[in-house]
């Protein structure tokens, strides 16, 4: 192998990072060259390139050259596209997810590309390990995503889902505490902050932490309620009380100066001590239906009292010089907008963050006809939230008059939608579009809450939203080829038509609840199909499984397990619509799953899959936390 030889243009983390990652790389492919990294300002022949957003610029020989990008991270970006393009691939996080070529010499490359939108990001869910966190974010500067949003101070109460074996009583419980979080979200702060993407942080607990009441996830409060925090309650139906007794959930009196000065001043504190966070997300509580109504609030919509708190954060943050950039989110009771605070003092303090959490995954934005014209009243407390890509969509467009400022779409195709797809192939069809259309409705970009665990069947869905944000002009069928033809080789064609084939015959309208009656006829024929579907896939499978790419002969095993898993799948949605005992035929399904858990783990979330199917099948979810 030729030696490599890199000069760094402009020490960093992240270009440090990038050298290291080429090197690696070049050395697993078996050749060499001469490289230099660095940004648009370190070389004079890019001087004039916009460097602004996240941009890149490739120019190599066979003998190697020039890897630059408009910021640290670009230069990451610019290595791993210039490896994609020697044969290189992602198709899941880990190791045994990257396809590495044998070279005998380099290639030349010349390639100029800016990112279609600001914001591309992940955001934590699901049940997961370290190995699974720390894995992602490797991963996703791989396909295109810049940014990863840890969800609390600490993302507990996700860890301990997976170390706790929610949902699985034959693998042990194991220790993890709150401790072992806090230490495990450092260490994913600093890879994070290593490879120079943006890193967000908290969103819950703003309603319930400064007030001395612990909100680590959606756990039932346990404890004595300081008699302090319990008057800042919400008063719904004459009482103060923890809205179902879940802290995180529990909006407060916000007509109270008391309780917006607490959380105002908490955020504040928390930035200044977590100066290497870029962006706090500010949430009020996680639930709905449960504001004030005490002759405080009862008048004033709790979006105005929640743009009051942002201006006063905006001014504690510019009294302290902090930077920190706030989001405030478009969820839930706040669909509705203010209609008395309607200035936003430093707009470029803030992002908007749209998350039309209660939206239906079976059509993409915009695909559904014109965007209403006027919203439904807002009813304290009396509020039913729209399905319809188009009817959300035009409460986005009211809050957007009000405040035009910069804006992401925080969406949930992978938190629950996935499992409600067995192929996941048309679901990543509708988040590719989703992603292309984010300009047309006003958004920069899109932040995934999501499970972190979504490859399987295969990673196609997360190469679709990563790639479709980096160059929103790039056709879902252009993705799905080039990651059909990385993950399974020559078996590529028959793996996506099989794939195809199983998100058709198991319809994910009949697990959303949006089936017709004549699609619910129809299934039952096309789920009785699936056997022959699976059958027939099978010596592909087996030829597949002795590819000698360790990557692609994964990819094949996880088509084999997926196989057996759709057969229990389609059987247990075929005893549903026949009225038979769906529940029995469920319990064989996630038996199943939890006995092969550990051959799935690094990319099948059971915890979510259980809560998201069980009671589509009569299983209550209760009885799957056991």
Not at 190 to 218: Q, S
Not at 311 to 318: G, I
Not at 481 to 490: I, K, N, T, V
Not at 577 to 594: H, P, Q, S
């Amino acid at each position: 192998m030729d030696a490599i030889a890199l000069q760094i243009l402009r020490a960093g983390s992240a270009i440090d990072f990038a050298a290291a990652e080429l090197r690696r790389c070049l050395e697993a492919a078996g050749v060499g060259g001469s490289f230099r990294l660095g940004l648009f300002a370190d070389f004079p022949e890019f001087a004039g390139e916009d460097a602004s957003g996240d941009a890149l610029v490739i120019e190599t020989t066979e003998a190697g050259g020039i890897l630059a990008g408009s910021n640290p991270r670009s230069v990451l970006f610019a290595v791993y596209a210039y490896l994609g393009k020697l044969g290189f691939a992602w198709v899941r996080p880990g190791r045994d997810g990257e396809v590495v070529p044998r070279l005998a010499a380099l290639v030349p490359v010349s390639l100029r590309e800016r990112a279609s939108y600001r914001h591309r990001g992940v955001c934590i869910e699901g049940a997961i390990s370290a190995e699974n966190a720390l894995d992602t974010i490797d991963w996703m500067p791989k396909v295109g995503f810049n940014a990863y949003f840890i969800q609390f101070r600490d993302a507990f109460t996700f860890f301990d889902r997976w170390y706790q074996h929610m949902g699985n009583p034959t693998l042990p419980k194991e220790p993890f505490t709150t401790e072992d979080a806090a230490k495990l979200t450092q260490q994913m702060r600093a890879e994070i902050k290593r490879r120079g993407l943006d890193l967000h942080m908290v969103g819950h607990g703003w309603t319930c932490e400064p007030f001395g009441i612990p909100g680590p996830g959606w756990y039932q409060h346990q404890g004595e309620i300081p008699e302090s925090a319990r008057r800042m309650f919400a008063e719904v139906k004459g009482k103060r009380e923890l809205w179902g007794g879940i802290a995180l959930n529990t909006n407060l009196c916000y007509g109270n100066p008391e309780a917006r000065t607490i959380i105002s001043d908490a955020i504040a504190a928390w930035a200044a001590e977590n100066s290497d966070v870029d962006i706090i997300h500010f949430w009020l509580a996680d639930g709905s239906n449960n504001n004030c109504e005490c002759p405080l609030c009862r008048d004033t919509r709790p979006a105005d009292f929640y743009v009051q708190m942002l201006n006063e954060v905006d001014a504690k943050l510019t009294a302290r010089g902090l930077a920190t950039r706030i989001v405030f989110l478009v969820y839930v009771d706040l669909l509705w907008p203010p209609v008395k605070e309607t200035e936003l003092r430093n707009p470029d303090r803030f992002i908007l963050m749209f998350a039309p959490i209660t939206r239906s995954y079976s059509q993409p934005f915009a695909a559904s006809g014109g965007v209403a014209s006027e919203l439904p009243p807002y009813v304290r407390n009396q509020l039913s939230f729209p399905r319809e890509p188009a009817k959300n969509l035009a409460f986005l467009q009211a809050w957007q008059k009000l405040f035009p400022c910069e804006g992401f779409d925080f969406d949930y195709h992978f938190m629950w939608d996935h499992h409600r797809d067995a192929g996941q192939y048309a679901m990543a069809e509708v988040l590719h579009q989703d992603a292309q259309r984010l300009r047309s409705i006003g958004l920069d970009g899109f932040v995934s809450c999501q499970n972190q665990r979504v490859f399987f069947p295969t990673g196609l869905g997360m190469t679709a939203l990563g790639r479709g944000l980096w160059n929103r002009d790039l056709t879902f069928d252009q993705i799905a080829a080039d990651y059909f033809a990385a993950a399974f080789g020559e078996g590529a064609g028959q793996a996506r038509a099989y794939l195809a084939a199983t998100s058709e015959l198991i319809d994910p309208r009949l697990i959303r609840g949006e089936a017709s009656d004549a699609i619910k006829q129809a299934a039952a024929f096309q789920l009785g199909r699936v056997p022959e579907l699976v059958a027939g896939f099978a010596p592909a499978v087996a030829r597949g499984l002795g590819d000698p790419d360790p990557a692609r002969a994964t990819s094949w095993r996880m088509l084999q397990l997926h196989g057996e898993f759709v057969l229990l799948f389609a059987a247990a949605l075929a005893a549903k619509l026949a009225g038979e005992d769906a529940k029995a035929k469920g319990w064989e399904l996630f038996t199943w799953c939890r006995e092969h858990e550990m051959d799935l783990q690094p990319w099948f979330d059971l915890f979510e899959f259980q809560q998201t199917i069980g009671p589509v099948l009569g299983i209550p979810r209760a009885e799957l936390s056991a």
